[in-house]
């Protein structure tokens, strides 16, 4: 399979966020077939979805990969189980969560699998770390970093230093 630029949204907000971040980052750059380009500074914001939860810290990190997306599906669900990740609340608390927000070109529809990832446009803690990668980037609803404008409008995302 030919190389793909995909982008992974990365998310804490239980235990040592920044270690959760950073090893969830280690892992990723270690699985044959998938080369971690860079990723976004961290960014701190209120907890989408389920409000009674810890603040997250989410970044998005840009890999080149000759994987297909479910194989890089596959990936993403073995880091978060090797990090203790559980599903027992929908979008609750979790050690770290990775969601395929991007890969190349494609548009996905699947029960398991959709890309591009279908909420991302009104999160702007999906929005902002994405903006500061690819400000240019357009998605079906407009560039990244205008969307990223209009998402912080109502929502809280603080970048932090680690």
Known sequence: MTMRVAYIGLGSNMGDKKAYIQNALEQLSKYPGIHLLRAASR????PW?????????NTVAEVETNLSPEELL????????????????????RTVDLDILLYGQETMNFPQLQIPHPRMHERAFVLVPLAELCPELRLPQGLVKELAVKALGGQEVRKVDY
């Open 74 to 93: 596959q990936v993403l669900l073995d880091i978060e189980k090797k990090l203790d990740r559980t599903r027992e609340i929908k979008w609750g608390p």
């Open 43 to 46: 960014y701190e914001s209120a």
């Open 49 to 57: 979805g389920y409000p009674d939860q810890a603040w997250f810290i």
